[in-house]
């Protein structure tokens, strides 16, 4: 059964940085898509940036393009999220996801979630 492992969260001021993990177990985990989709209060989860199996194809949401950037270790079985100029707005609890279908460029539908990490920023 695959986990997946969050790290990295915190509170930042507001034109910071901070850098998300997201670490797969299993043999087989490095066949899958992998990505990020993040929460805030009272709001529904929404997509932020997927890799595809091969880490060749990146897609982003459009409120973080230009300042998140993602990325996989193959060996490691590890997805990566760069959040460059956070803004009070991209506060939320960012979840990794697995996507449900193998060697595919899409992360959806999503086949496994991890249990999330904070990202508090402050203006």
């Known amino acids: 059964q695959v986990q997946l492992v969050e790290s990295g969260g915190g509170l930042v001021q507001a034109g910071g940085s901070l850098r998300l993990s997201c670490a797969a177990s299993g043999r087989t985990a490095s066949r899958y898509a992998m990505g990020w989709f993040r929460q805030a209060p009272e709001k529904e989860r929404e997509f932020v940036a997927s890799?595809?199996?091969?880490?060749?194809?990146?897609v982003y949401g459009d409120s973080v393009k230009g300042r998140f950037s993602i990325s996989r270790d193959i060996a490691k079985n590890t997805v990566y999220l760069q959040m460059n100029s956070l803004k009070p707005e991209d506060t939320a609890v960012y979840f990794c996801?697995?996507?449900?279908?193998?060697?595919?460029?899409?992360?959806?539908?999503?086949?496994?979630w991890g249990q999330g990490t904070q990202v508090t920023v402050s203006s």
């Open positions: 996801a697995r996507s449900s279908n193998q060697y595919t460029t899409t992360l959806q539908p999503v086949g496994s």
């Open positions: 890799t595809s199996t091969s880490g060749t194809t990146t």
